[in-house]
């Protein structure tokens, strides 16, 4: 067992400053950490780690090495830049109030394509037994259950094997669904594996945490076969039993709609099917209307309701209003349009800004539906303006609350026998509809406040050979509690650190086990910036793994674009290029044009490459392979997707040259990465234009420190190394030897002598050869000089 220890002096939590995400979010760039040798840079990007990782209990940590920080923190100056999305609101908070996951193959497929048509406000979620399956996905938080039972291989259309993976991940599952998830939508393919077995096990998790819990499923087409058919309706039934509501989508009756369709097309209408489904109800929570419909009204009607009704249609001209009521409970989708018994009625009316909705309308359309439910039913219902319906209105009805009666499934190549299954009366389909944009979640944050006056952090890490799975526990100040990534499967978050020896090779084994431990992820990503004996050797093993899923499929251009993205002309110097990644390494073409392994090349290069490597294999993993995008009109390619990445010591082993462009290369390329950085060198403040300095207090000083602003930030972005390192910031007032000092003063006097009086031939001689050893002492001591005598 390995133990990492982590000792930060002088970090307490500050009262009034709490880790939390801003209400905007701060724009993507280059942070720069500044501070003597002993101020404590890295211990400030270890906090930042600490909080990044959400380790319980350890929310509110920041830094403060004196009083400044507690005052600016009081005053509301300081704050924690989390980038998201480039200037976008943050929709939701924490872990996401409202999820859909998808599990299994068929549930994933559906989520895929909810996830590519840029729905906001949710977060969309896939768990899956196949591991292959869950690489391919584009959506960023996928979650791997049952690796110790199906190694990654899938649960063979086996339900019980599904089930079983899904148990044995239960608590990854409990953390994926977090503390603030307020609704939860579930949908699979029945009949399958994984779905049919894991959706059960994953809507109990949700429903003990009091999470409103929707299952959206689909009874596979009869061509599937009866033995599928059979498995689907008893993973319906044991899926409504852990369900609040739960919604049944017939493939079948796609013939109906839209006849005979090809196979890969009807897979297809069915993913439509699904979203259609979900966006009502996500529709009537995240949409502001005159008359609102809020979560509470949705709960009300949905909690414990068993089977529901739901339809939409979308109507315009004249008598839109009956026909929108009409159309919205007699989709060919609906195997039952009947809604008389139900006990409660969510009824949603949006209308377009160009037409808006009329008294008599709202009436006809309350009314009717009222006839049909019944009228003991209770009827909620909202009203509200969508400027994308035009002259059109938009009907939503769910109804829940049906008592149960005996029914069953048929269709028209059915051979299920009337007796086989026990269903409720009401089934539960709904039909195609545009769905218009949302409107932002409200937002709420819990706070915690620690105080401690030395805080000690212990990671306790091992492997347990017998489950082939990594454990992580910590203690906090020597109070335990378990490790838990807070913001880990939130959409679209990533976050990664590194430390100053960056490196392929010489690092301690047990913790390059852990950087490629899956349930670890989070904590290794960042686990460098605490060990300084920990390699990046895995990104070596990542390239060559890209090469054989290239060669496997002929379809995954990956690897070839990651080439081109590190072979751009701005990125590594004297046109060194990666060349080739084989069985025998990776090699680089140098400048001489001889083929180099990566081990040959200097510290360099490699410090730089196995940051590149390494940060882009994280994004990869995290996100899939669609993290590229190629700027049209352009040979520019670039990382498209958001996140914080913490590097301690930027400028080690690097030349100046590269010190310079480092900064400038990584926000252009990666532009919605907010880079935190600490460094000695004041080239690497240059890339701050779009961002921020920090400088830390001088260590045994009063000093407050703080954020470098105005001529200081100016002299260090756009001025000359000597001026910056003239500032406050660095502290140096001269900027050369003491010889160089002596010769400069000398200098000064000549010059000063020469306003004067005539020099000699002599002093003109050393006077010329010292304006060509000191060019910018001359002007620069001379006018002082001048200035000084005015």
């Given at each position: 067992m390995k133990v990492l220890e982590v000792n930060l002096e002088n970090i307490r939590a500050i009262e009034k400053l709490t880790?939390?995400?801003?209400?905007?979010?701060?724009?993507?760039?280059?942070?720069?950490?500044?501070?003597d040798n002993g101020s404590g840079k890295s211990s400030f990007l270890r906090a930042l780690a600490i909080g990044l990782l959400g380790l319980e209990r350890s929310t509110a940590l920041w830094v403060d090495y004196a009083a400044w920080l507690r005052q600016n923190a009081d005053e509301g100056h300081i704050s924690i830049n989390i980038q998201a999305d480039a200037g976008d609101e943050l929709s939701n908070a924490n872990d996401g109030i409202i999820k859909v996951i998808g599990v299994g193959g068929g549930g994933s497929n559906a989520v895929n394509h909810m996830y590519s048509q840029g729905i906001k406000d949710v977060e969309f979620v896939i768990c899956n037994t196949d591991a292959h399956a869950l690489k391919s996905s584009t959506v960023p938080t996928r979650l791997s259950i049952g690796q110790n039972l199906t190694e990654g291989f899938g649960a063979g259309a086996n339900p019980e094997k599904g089930r079983q993976a899904a148990l044995e991940s239960k608590e990854e599952i409990r953390e994926m669904l977090g503390n603030d998830t307020k609704m939860v939508f579930i949908t699979a393919g029945?009949?399958?594996?994984?779905?049919?077995?894991?959706?059960?096990?994953?809507?109990?998790?949700?429903?003990?945490?009091?999470?409103?819990?929707?299952?959206?499923?689909?009874?596979?087409?009869?061509?599937?076969?009866?033995?599928?058919?059979?498995?689907?309706?008893?993973?319906?039934?044991?899926?409504?039993?852990?369900?609040?509501?739960?919604?049944?989508?017939?493939?079948?009756?796609?013939?109906?709609?839209?006849?005979?369709?090809?196979?890969?097309?009807?897979?297809?209408?069915?993913?439509?099917?699904?979203?259609?489904?979900?966006?009502?109800?996500?529709?009537?929570?995240?949409?502001?209307?005159?008359?609102?419909?809020?979560?509470?009204?949705?709960?009300?009607?949905?909690?414990?309701?068993?089977?529901?009704?739901?339809?939409?249609?979308?109507?315009?001209?004249?008598?839109?209003?009956?026909?929108?009521?009409?159309?919205?409970?007699?989709?060919?989708?609906?195997?039952?349009?009947?809604?008389?018994?139900?006990?409660?009625?969510?009824?949603?009316?949006?209308?377009?800004?160009?037409?808006?909705?009329?008294?008599?309308?709202?009436?006809?359309?309350?009314?009717?539906?009222?006839?049909?439910?019944?009228?003991e039913a209770e009827v909620i219902f909202g009203h509200g303006i969508d400027a994308d319906l035009g002259q059109s209105i938009r009907v939503t009805v769910i109804a829940t609350g049906f008592e149960l009666r005996?029914?069953?499934?048929?269709?028209?190549?059915?051979?299920?026998?009337?007796?086989?299954?026990?269903?409720?009366?009401?089934?539960?389909?709904?039909?195609?509809?545009?769905?218009?944009?949302?409107?932002?979640?409200?937002?709420?944050?819990?706070?915690?406040?620690?105080?401690?006056?030395?805080?000690?952090?212990?990671?306790?890490?091992?492997?347990?050979?017998?489950?082939?799975?990594?454990?992580?526990?910590?203690?906090?100040?020597?109070?335990?509690?378990?490790?838990?990534?807070?913001?880990?499967?939130?959409?679209?978050?990533?976050?990664?650190?590194?430390?100053?020896?960056?490196?392929?090779?010489?690092?301690?084994?047990?913790?390059?086990k852990l950087l490629d431990g899956p349930k670890n992820k989070k904590l290794a990503a960042h686990l460098s910036l605490f060990k300084e004996n920990v390699a990046l050797s895995e990104a070596l093993n990542w390239l060559r793994e890209l090469k054989f899923r290239s060669l496997e499929s002929h379809t995954s251009g990956f690897l070839d674009l990651m080439k081109s993205f590190i072979n751009q002309p701005d990125f590594l110097p004297h046109n060194t290029r990666l060349e080739e990644v084989s069985s025998e390494g990776i090699f680089f073409c140098d400048a001489n044009h001889s083929r180099v392994n990566i081990f040959e090349l200097s510290d360099g290069f490699r410090s730089v490459l196995s940051l590149a490597f390494e940060l882009l294999r994280q994004l990869e993993s995290n996100y899939g392979e669609n993290i590229f995008e190629v700027i049209p009109d352009t040979e520019m390619i670039r990382v498209k997707v958001p996140g914080v990445v913490l590097i301690d010591e930027i400028d080690a082993h690097l030349h100046p040259v590269w010190q310079k462009r480092i900064g400038y290369w990584l926000t252009k390329h990666f532009p919605k990465i907010q880079f935190f950085v600490t460094t000695h060198s004041p080239l690497v403040c240059q890339a701050s234009e779009k961002g921020s300095v920090f400088r830390l207090p001088v260590p045994g000083t009063d000093d407050l420190g703080g954020m470098v602003e105005g001529a200081d930030l100016n002299r260090l972005i756009y001025g000359n190394v000597l001026e910056a390192y003239g500032t406050e910031v660095f502290g140096l007032a001269y900027t050369q030897s003491e010889a160089g000092q002596a010769l400069a003063t000398r200098l000064t006097t000549l010059n000063e002598k020469a306003l004067k009086t005539e020099l000699t031939d002599a002093e003109k001689i050393e006077r010329d050869d010292l304006r060509k050893i000191l060019p910018i002492s001359d002007s620069e001591a001379f006018v002082k000089k001048i200035l000084g005598d005015l």
């Open positions: 880790w939390k995400l801003p209400d905007k979010c701060p724009p993507a760039g280059w942070h720069v950490i500044l501070g029945m009949g399958g594996g994984t779905g049919t077995g894991a959706a059960p096990v994953i809507a109990k998790v949700a429903k003990e945490l009091g999470i409103l819990t929707i299952g959206v499923v689909t009874i596979p087409f009869a061509f599937e076969g009866r033995k599928k058919m059979q498995a689907a309706e008893v993973g319906v039934k044991e899926l409504r039993e852990n369900c609040d509501t739960t919604l049944v989508i017939h493939c079948d009756n796609l013939r109906e709609i839209f006849g005979n369709l090809t196979i890969r097309e009807a897979f297809t209408k069915a993913d439509n099917i699904i979203m259609a489904a979900v966006m009502p109800v996500i529709d009537l929570v995240t949409i502001t209307a005159e008359v609102n419909i809020d979560f509470d009204d949705v709960k009300t009607v949905m909690k414990d309701s068993g089977a529901a009704v739901m339809g939409s249609a979308i109507t315009e001209g004249e008598g839109r209003a009956l026909r929108a009521a009409e159309e919205a409970l007699s989709s060919p989708l609906l195997n039952n349009t009947d809604i008389h018994g139900a006990q409660k009625i969510l009824l949603s009316i949006m209308s377009g800004e160009q037409a808006e909705l009329e008294m008599d309308e709202l009436t006809e359309i309350t009314e009717y539906i009222q006839d049909k439910a019944g009228q005996t029914t069953t499934y048929t269709s028209a190549n059915s051979t299920l026998n009337d007796s086989d299954l026990i269903e409720p009366s009401q089934e539960e389909n709904s039909i195609l509809f545009e769905h218009s944009g949302f409107e932002k979640l409200s937002e709420s944050y819990s706070e915690e406040h620690l105080q401690h006056k030395k805080y000690v952090l212990k990671i306790n890490f091992g492997f347990n050979s017998s489950l082939n799975t990594y454990w992580t526990k910590s203690t906090e100040n020597g109070v335990d509690f378990s490790y838990k990534t807070a913001w880990g499967h939130n959409n679209g978050w990533f976050s990664a650190g590194f430390g100053p020896f960056r490196r392929f090779t010489g690092g301690d084994a047990e913790y390059e």
